[in-house]
T-cell receptor
Framework: AQSVAQPEDQVNVAEGNPLTVKCTYS??????LFWYVQYPNRGLQFLLK??????LVKGSYGFEAEFNKSQTSFHLKKPSALVSDSALYFC??????????FGQGTELSVKP | KAGVTQTPRYLIKTRGQQVTLSCSPI?????VSWYQQTPGQGLQFLFE???????NKGNFPGRFSGRQFSNSRSEMNVSTLELGDSALYLC?????????????FGQGTRLTVV
């Protein structure tokens, strides 16, 4: 069965430091992977996706994600965190039939 | 262009009642998906409609149903409401489907069952 796991409920970083939000997946066949962000009282916003091609995917707001097939991971990264990056981040994988399965979410907190 | 619009934004219902939520997707998008978001369960997939046909369905009881109209607008209905149905219900639209093309989410309808 397809699934996605975000092992950290919360990630705390200082502004200006690099950040990583972890995601691992389980899927048969080639994975289609996505990252979304949710700000308080808002819907989800698309950040980036991996379908095929380069393992390093660049997305919105300076975020990027690294696809690692051997480790079945798709970690979200940003070289320098901003306080405004504080939000709830969701990793997702395309499951059979085309629906998206989301991880439990990781709360990112960036302190000044 | 206009985003995904969900109405109403907030709703309070009594246990046993039924409720209908509405979602207007981005113009031109044929796929509309619904998710239930709760603190304990995260984002749970309800169903997806594509060109008026249900294309995918999650593991929710039959009390949860939906439909899509010819203009791609979608409604979801929950009958015989239970306290556990209290959640944020999110609608997402995309050109071809959430697992294929970028999805745009509405702000959600927060349903409280008392």
């Amino acid at each position: 069965a397809q699934s996605v796991a975000q092992p950290e409920d919360q990630v705390n970083v200082a502004e200006g430091n690099p950040l990583t939000v972890k995601c691992t997946y389980s899927v048969s066949g080639n994975p289609y992977l996505f990252w979304y962000v949710q700000y308080p009282n808002r819907g989800l916003q698309f950040l980036l996706k991996y379908i095929t091609g380069d393992n390093l995917v660049k997305g919105s707001y300076g975020f990027e994600a690294e696809f690692n097939k051997s480790q079945t991971s798709f970690h979200l990264k940003k070289p320098s965190a901003l306080v405004s990056d504080s939000a709830l981040y969701f990793c997702a994988v395309r499951a059979q039939g085309g629906k998206l399965i989301f991880g439990q979410g990781t709360e990112l907190s960036v302190k000044p | 262009k206009a985003g995904v619009t969900q109405t109403p934004r907030y709703l309070i219902k009594t246990r046993g009642q039924q409720v209908t939520l509405s979602c207007s997707p981005i113009s031109g998008h044929r796929s509309v998906s619904w998710y239930q978001q709760t603190p304990g369960q995260g984002l749970q997939f309800l169903f997806e409609y594509f060109s008026e046909t249900q294309r995918n369905k999650g593991n929710f009881p039959g009390r949860f149903s939906g439909r899509q109209f010819s203009n791609s607008r979608s409604e979801m209905n929950v009958s015989t409401l239970e306290l556990g149905d209290s959640a944020l219900y999110l609608c997402a639209s995309s050109l071809e489907g959430l697992g294929i093309t970028e999805a745009f989410f509405g702000q959600g309808t927060r349903l409280t069952v008392v």
